[in-house]
């Protein structure tokens, strides 16, 4: 025997199934990452149709079966419809989704990676920030999330907290200027950079979208972050080639 269950969730992605059903993927506040069907979810008529896009932030009414879910109700309080107004937004906003998709894991807390996304994607929507650095803070703050972010608090070989001047994707964070040798990889990184990974790992994620940051800054946050991404996670996420096409 099942139970009917309610969750908080945002659909990370929908999956045509049969004629009129879908296979949706949730991100819960309260189960991790699940699958759902969603029965009938692509007849026109369906109370189901727009809360099983893509995006749709909610409440989900679950029927839990032995091994599957099957979605009953939906009340959506944000479809982040601002989104699709804006072709490079929406592609961020995809890449995002895809990157927790492959990232966040079933019956895994995953409270803050939904509070990170739901905050991410609010500041894609709007105008005031840089699309860029969204993405940046994204990425960063996942990685510290699951405790995975670099180390950028003290030097890896010394300890040192001052003079952090220089970054080893090997080593996997900052290194003194007495200790660069140590590391063939390691390249300069201004301070302000420095200071701008230590605010996105410590703060809290409602605190994250409060910023601007110079070319530099976002330049060299997006080179940190390429040779992390690709050696930690190495993965390829085909929003983001099409992201990559786009801008
Ligand atoms: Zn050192």
Known sequence: MGANLIVTGLVLSAMPIGEYDKRITLLTKERGKITAFARGARRPNSQLLAATNPFSFGEFELFEGRSTYTLAKASVSNYFRELALDPEAAYYGFYFLEFSDY????????KEMLKLLYQSLRALESNSY?????RAIFELKALAVNGEAPNVFGCLSCGKKEQLFYFSVRK??????DCKKKAEDAWKMTESTVYTMQYIISSDITKLFTFAVSDTVLSELRRMLDEYLHLYLNHSFKSLKILEEIT
């Open 103 to 110: 990232y966040c894991q079933e019956n895994n807390d995953e």
């Open 130 to 134: 840089d699309n860029r650095l969204v």
């Open 172 to 177: 996997g964070g900052m290194l003194c200027a």
